[in-house]
């Protein structure tokens, strides 16, 4: 089909409009100016600043830590959400597995935060991040395993159990398998959703504990070094690595699964 | 995965590294105001007492106090303004002092000692005193003929007009409608809330020419030329000025305390219950106390000091300046904010709301 | 069908296998059932449906002499008021000013869904006929931005805008909203564009339909719901956004989310900022059941 030169100039504009404010926080990270205002010079001292900055990696070091537990745990609740979904048909988990998804991340934020001060007097730190980050992962996980078993075969799963498999055994042997998947994806997506989070984290952090998003607001507020330029580019060079490998696993673990 | 070994391996590399930092020394933890400390300071006190200190930052005091409140964890020192001194001391949120342990109070100048929120300094120690003044960039007023000595500079129409969009000012209910209450002439101790009332009219007035509310990005504005004329805090005026003359701008940046008057305010070391370093912690604030520590401050950040040790160790220039030190007569304009009782708060905290969202 | 057993279902027609077992079966699929379903419900319920009643609550009382929120009753010691009160919400609903900001923040949503829409609507057509290879790659550069962190972006929009003086304003803050939302417009409506046939559109071409009008009547009505999809991804956070007119925005930029925001962590008055946070969740709700409502108009 002909494809008109208004679309193509207009889909070039949007990727330009899409990346050049990229490009920009890149360029000037390399910035020889403290007050990064206007292009001075080239330097990779910045570089350097970030990787001294305890602060700085502290953040990072929690973030992951952070992304990493919660993802674990979502995707494990979120699976079985999404397998109780799909299976038994529940009237009230898909609204309550969406709710979190569907909602300004404020509304979420400031219940938790109501939640872990009035009612469990919890001191807001590790664990209220923690558990703010599995509510909004769990629904993510959970909508994209129901996905997928709403493509899958009941037909195999009945098999195993007449043939003797207990549930367990029938989840493990023949579910399972079908969808890791999309409990892979769920996994990844959990963790993007965590690492970035950013709205959420900012009310139940409390103050002794940072995360990378948290870091980079205070520097934004107060020292626009290009320190946070620098570290912007070398977030976003982490995080392409990581949807590069991405959407080569998922591809890959589909075919591993097809072809066992 | 390929993917996530990788990141597992990243993790236990940051989860080492943060070990090995934390668990080498002891680590004191101060919650201070935005550039309210020299790294040099900071630094000798870690070689001297070995320790490492942490710092978080915030803009003010009520930020510092939701987040206190909110539960925080192990900060040693906080360095709160007077009235909020007043608060955690009702919260019963701090630790008593050891006199014993701090032989360079004799340093403090009477005059900041046994102040109205603190009598007999039982929890607290003067730390560094500024002004809420006006910073102002030279060359642009200066072309635009505009006055520069009085609060009119911020409120009235017929100034603001040539300065629309250039113009910041503090994210602060207390100190902006002090501020305007100060235009006015009339006390900010005052509690006849239909004055408080003018006073928000004033703000709601000006408000559409004002380019944000903004609590620190007024540093950088001013000294880089994006903003013109910003309400602040004399020592984040005196690091504009130091910046922008180190930047080599074409333009200079200065202050000035308005001829109306302008809130004082008085920051103080203390100590939070939840800290755990109370030794160190006594040793820091007496570290602060000596009269070369006391100095750099000044010197580097452009803090009052209530150090009377401290003044000789000062450079004239700035020993000088009535807006870091200010003279017997502009000290009598000068106010320190009190807090008001909750229902008269509740009702400003509603005029806050009404100038933000009108 | 709720509860029902799917994965012993072929036990009960099944002559060879005796009742005992079938029973046996049935018991472990209902524990089965409970293993599965019990962890997420109560995850949930304390961690989602809790917090919103505590909200609802916390909107009903008085704010705390020192922040937070005041006791809910008269203990000895504690003066100041106490209990329970209507006091927020004949604040809220007495003035029309917060009416007002959340109207504003409404249309300032809505331009940036307009926005999103008009600059993703071509480039996702563009996608959706490209041969496969292509589509992938074009679609993974859409996403790409998403890499990178949230502030960051908006970070970049205050250096590229700084130095014009465009800083401040409701034009800074609309190219910061539309510019953190248009990869969530493209992607539905992609989704959407892939799956119509274009057989359909060459019959109309052959029938004498001109490129427009090809649109016009056939494209765009069948792109509906995929437009809805990208509407509702992209209006409901936008309203709740508190980030962006705070970095970018100027004095009277101030969306609902900064208020609320600002009552929790710097006024410390937390029933007002509850009592907010309901009156957008009421609207967050209003807008979801009036685009579910159109989204099924339009399949059925």
Same mark, same amino acid.
């Given at each position: 089909?002909?494809?008109?030169?208004?679309?193509?100039?207009?889909?070039?504009?949007?990727?330009?409009?899409?990346?050049?404010?990229?490009?920009?926080?890149?360029?000037?990270?390399?910035?020889?100016?403290?007050?990064?205002?206007?292009?001075?010079?080239?330097?990779?001292?910045?570089?350097?600043?970030?990787?001294?900055?305890?602060?700085?990696?502290?953040?990072?070091?929690?973030?992951?830590?952070?992304?990493? /537990?919660?993802?674990?745990?979502?995707?494990?609740?979120?699976?079985?959400?999404?397998?109780?979904?799909?299976?038994?048909?529940?009237?009230?988990?898909?609204?309550?597995?969406?709710?979190?998804?569907?909602?300004?991340?404020?509304?979420?934020?400031?219940?938790?935060?109501?939640?872990?001060?009035?009612?469990?007097?919890?001191?807001?730190?590790?664990?209220?991040?923690?558990?703010?980050?599995?509510?909004?992962?769990?629904?993510?996980?959970?909508?994209?395993?129901?996905?997928?078993?709403?493509?899958?075969?009941?037909?195999?799963?009945?098999?195993?159990?007449?043939?003797?498999?207990?549930?367990?055994?029938?989840?493990?042997?023949?579910?399972?398998?079908? $969808?890791?998947?999309?409990?892979?994806?769920?996994?990844?997506?959990?963790?993007?959703?965590?690492?970035?989070?950013?709205?959420?984290?900012?009310?139940?952090? +409390?103050?002794?504990?940072?995360?990378?998003?948290?870091?980079?607001?205070?520097?934004?507020?107060?020292?626009?070094?290009?320190?946070?330029?620098?570290?912007?580019?070398? %977030?976003?060079?982490?995080?392409?690595?990581?949807?590069?490998?991405?959407?080569?696993?998922?591809?890959?673990?589909? =075919?591993?699964?097809?072809?066992? | 995965?390929?993917?996530?070994?990788?990141?597992?391996?990243?993790?236990?590399?940051?989860?080492?590294?943060?070990?090995?930092?934390?668990?080498?020394?002891?680590?004191?933890?101060?919650?201070?105001?935005?550039?309210?400390?020299?790294?040099?300071?900071?630094?000798?006190?870690?070689?001297?007492?070995?320790?490492?200190?942490?710092?978080?930052?915030?803009?003010?005091?009520?930020? /510092?106090?939701?987040?206190?409140?909110?539960?925080?964890?192990?900060?040693?020192?906080?360095?709160?303004?007077?009235?909020?001194?007043?608060?955690?001391?009702?919260?019963?949120?701090?630790?008593?002092?050891?006199?014993?342990?701090?032989?360079?109070?004799?340093?403090?100048?009477?005059?900041?000692?046994?102040?109205?929120?603190?009598?007999?300094?039982?929890?607290?120690?003067?730390?560094?005193?500024?002004?809420?003044?006006?910073?102002?960039?030279?060359?642009?007023?200066?072309?635009?003929?505009?006055?520069?000595?009085?609060?009119?500079?911020?409120?009235?129409?017929?100034?603001?007009?040539?300065?629309?969009?250039?113009?910041?000012?503090?994210?602060?209910?207390?100190?902006?409608?002090?501020?305007?209450?100060?235009? &006015?002439?009339?006390?900010?101790?005052?509690?006849?809330?239909?004055?408080?009332?003018?006073?928000?009219?004033?703000?709601?007035?000006?408000?559409?020419?004002?380019?944000? *509310?903004?609590?620190?990005?007024?540093?950088?504005?001013?000294?880089?030329?994006?903003?013109?004329?910003?309400?602040?805090?004399?020592?984040?005026?005196?690091?504009?000025?130091?910046?922008?003359?180190?930047?080599?701008?074409?333009?200079?940046?200065?202050? *000035?305390?308005?001829?109306?008057?302008?809130?004082?305010?008085?920051?103080?070391?203390?100590?939070?219950?939840?800290?755990?370093?109370?030794?160190?912690?006594?040793?820091?604030?007496?570290?602060?106390?000596?009269?070369?520590?006391?100095?750099? %401050?000044?010197?580097?950040?452009?803090?009052?000091?209530?150090?009377?040790?401290?003044?000789?160790?000062?450079?004239?220039?700035?020993?000088?300046?009535?807006?870091?030190?200010?003279?017997?007569?502009?000290?009598?304009?000068?106010?320190?904010?009190?807090?008001?009782?909750?229902?008269?708060?509740?009702?400003? +905290?509603? /005029?806050?709301?009404?100038?933000?969202?009108? | 069908?709720?509860?029902?057993?799917?994965?012993?279902?072929?036990?009960?027609?099944?002559?060879?296998?005796?009742?005992?077992?079938?029973?046996?079966?049935?018991?472990?699929?209902?524990?089965?059932?409970?293993?599965?379903?019990?962890?997420?419900?109560?995850?949930?319920?304390?961690?989602?449906?809790?917090?919103?009643?505590?909200?609802?609550?916390?909107?009903?009382?008085?704010?705390?002499?020192?922040?937070?929120?005041?006791?809910?009753?008269?203990?000895?010691? $504690?003066?100041?008021?106490?209990?329970?009160?209507?006091?927020?919400?004949?604040?809220?609903?007495?003035?029309?000013?917060?009416?007002?900001?959340?109207?504003?923040?409404?249309?300032?949503?809505?331009?940036?869904?307009?926005?999103?829409?008009?600059?993703?609507?071509?480039?996702?057509?563009?996608?959706? =006929?490209?041969?496969?290879?292509?589509?992938?790659?074009?679609?993974?550069?859409?996403?790409?931005? *998403?890499?990178?962190?949230?502030?960051?972006?908006?970070?970049?929009?205050? $250096?590229?805008?700084?130095?014009?003086?465009?800083?401040?304003?409701?034009?800074?803050?609309?190219?910061?909203?539309?510019?953190?939302?248009?990869?969530?417009?493209?992607?539905?409506?992609?989704?959407?564009?892939?799956?119509?046939?274009?057989?359909?559109?060459?019959?109309?071409?052959?029938?004498?339909? =001109?490129?427009?009008?090809?649109?016009? =009547?056939?494209?765009?009505?069948?792109?509906?719901?995929?437009?809805?999809?990208?509407?509702?991804?992209?209006?409901?956070?936008?309203?709740?956004?508190?980030?962006?007119?705070?970095?970018?925005? +100027?004095?009277?930029?101030?969306?609902?989310?900064?208020?609320?925001?600002?009552? *929790?962590?710097?006024?410390?008055?937390?029933?007002?900022?509850?009592?907010?946070?309901?009156? &957008?969740?009421?609207?967050?709700?209003?807008?979801?059941?009036?685009?579910?409502?159109?989204?099924?108009?339009?399949?059925?």
């Amino acid at each position: 089909m002909r494809t008109s030169a208004t679309l193509w100039s207009i889909a070039l504009l949007v990727y330009m409009f899409l990346y050049i404010p990229l490009a920009v926080v890149v360029l000037f990270s390399f910035n020889n100016s403290e007050l990064n205002a206007q292009w001075v010079g080239f330097t990779t001292r910045w570089y350097t600043v970030l990787l001294e900055d305890s602060d700085m990696l502290a953040a990072a070091g929690n973030s992951l830590l952070i992304a990493t /537990m919660s993802s674990v745990f979502s995707t494990l609740l979120g699976t079985m959400a999404g397998i109780a979904m799909h299976e038994y048909k529940f009237r009230l988990l898909p609204a309550l597995v969406l709710a979190p998804v569907a909602m300004p991340e404020i509304l979420l934020g400031i219940a938790l935060l109501l939640f872990f001060r009035q009612v469990l007097d919890l001191t807001l730190g590790f664990w209220s991040i923690l558990i703010a980050h599995m509510t909004f992962s769990l629904g993510a996980v959970a909508m994209i395993v129901q996905s997928r078993l709403t493509g899958m075969d009941k037909n195999v799963v009945e098999a195993a159990r007449d043939l003797g498999a207990n549930p367990w055994q029938a989840f493990r042997y023949v579910m399972l398998p079908l $969808i890791m998947p999309a409990v892979t994806a769920g996994f990844l997506v959990a963790f993007t959703l965590s690492i970035d989070d950013f709205v959420i984290t900012f009310f139940n952090a +409390g103050v002794s504990i940072k995360t990378l998003p948290l870091q980079i607001y205070s520097m934004i507020k107060v020292a626009v070094t290009p320190e946070v330029n620098a570290v912007s580019t070398l %977030l976003m060079a982490v995080t392409l690595t990581l949807i590069a490998l991405a959407s080569r696993i998922v591809p890959d673990a589909i =075919h591993k699964f097809r072809t066992d | 995965m390929i993917s996530l070994t990788l990141r597992f391996i990243f993790f236990l590399l940051m989860l080492a590294y943060g070990c090995e930092t934390a668990f080498a020394k002891d680590t004191l933890y101060l919650y201070n105001w935005n550039n309210y400390i020299a790294d040099e300071t900071i630094q000798r006190f870690e070689v001297r007492c070995a320790c490492r200190i942490k710092q978080s930052y915030y803009s003010d005091n009520e930020e /510092m106090l939701a987040k206190v409140e909110a539960g925080a964890v192990g900060y040693d020192i906080l360095v709160p303004t007077g009235n909020t001194v007043e608060t955690l001391i009702r919260q019963a949120a701090l630790k008593p002092l050891d006199k014993t342990k701090l032989p360079h109070l004799a340093n403090m100048k009477p005059a900041f000692l046994n102040a109205w929120y603190d009598p007999g300094n039982v929890y607290s120690v003067p730390y560094a005193y500024s002004i809420t003044l006006i910073g102002y960039n030279i060359n642009k007023l200066r072309a635009l003929d505009l006055p520069t000595d009085s609060w009119a500079l911020i409120f009235e129409p017929k100034y603001l007009q040539k300065l629309k969009g250039r113009v910041t000012v503090l994210n602060s209910q207390k100190e902006l409608m002090s501020a305007a209450m100060k235009y &006015l002439g009339y006390s900010i101790q005052d509690r006849d809330m239909r004055k408080w009332e003018q006073a928000k009219a004033l703000i709601l007035r000006a408000k559409p020419y004002w380019a944000a *509310f903004s609590n620190n990005t007024y540093i950088k504005d001013l000294a880089i030329g994006n903003i013109w004329v910003a309400h602040g805090y004399s020592n984040d005026m005196f690091r504009a000025r130091e910046d922008a003359r180190s930047a080599g701008r074409p333009f200079s940046i200065s202050y *000035f305390t308005p001829k109306e008057g302008a809130v004082l305010a008085v920051d103080n070391m203390v100590l939070h219950r939840s800290g755990q370093q109370t030794a160190l912690a006594h040793r820091f604030i007496d570290f602060m106390l000596e009269g070369e520590n006391s100095a750099s %401050l000044s010197n580097m950040i452009g803090a009052g000091n209530p150090n009377q040790d401290a003044m000789s160790l000062i450079q004239p220039e700035i020993a000088r300046d009535p807006n870091i030190f200010p003279t017997a007569e502009l000290l009598k304009n000068l106010e320190m904010i009190r807090d008001f009782e909750p229902r008269e708060r509740r009702i400003l +905290g509603r /005029m806050w709301i009404e100038i933000k969202v009108r | 069908m709720r509860g029902q057993r799917k994965w012993g279902a072929s036990y009960m027609n099944n002559p060879i296998v005796s009742k005992k077992k079938w029973h046996k079966q049935a018991r472990i699929d209902r524990i089965t059932q409970w293993i599965v379903s019990v962890p997420p419900h109560l995850f949930l319920v304390f961690f989602l449906v809790l917090p919103a009643c505590i909200m609802v609550l916390a909107s009903l009382r008085y704010p705390g002499e020192f922040g937070g929120l005041a006791p809910l009753w008269k203990t000895p010691g $504690i003066h100041g008021v106490a209990g329970l009160t209507l006091e927020n919400y004949r604040f809220v609903l007495g003035d029309l000013v917060f009416v007002e900001i959340l109207l504003k923040s409404a249309w300032i949503a809505f331009i940036t869904t307009l926005l999103c829409l008009v600059l993703a609507y071509p480039l996702a057509l563009l996608i959706a =006929h490209r041969p496969k290879r292509q589509r992938e790659l074009m679609v993974l550069f859409v996403i790409l931005p *998403f890499a990178c962190n949230f502030l960051i972006r908006i970070y970049a929009w205050i $250096i590229i805008l700084g130095p014009f003086n465009l800083l401040y304003s409701p034009f800074a803050v609309i190219i910061g909203m539309v510019y953190v939302h248009l990869p969530l417009m493209v992607l539905p409506l992609y989704t959407n564009l892939e799956k119509h046939d274009p057989l359909l559109l060459d019959a109309a071409r052959d029938l004498g339909a =001109h490129a427009w009008q090809r649109f016009w =009547h056939l494209t765009f009505p069948l792109s509906l719901s995929g437009i809805f999809a990208g509407s509702a991804l992209v209006f409901i956070p936008a309203l709740g956004m508190f980030a962006v007119p705070e970095l970018l925005g +100027g004095t009277g930029d101030i969306m609902i989310g900064n208020l609320i925001k600002e009552q *929790f962590l710097e006024s410390r008055d937390w029933p007002f900022g509850a009592t907010l946070s309901l009156l &957008l969740t009421v609207t967050v709700l209003a807008v979801a059941q009036f685009s579910a409502r159109f989204t099924q108009r339009e399949l059925t």
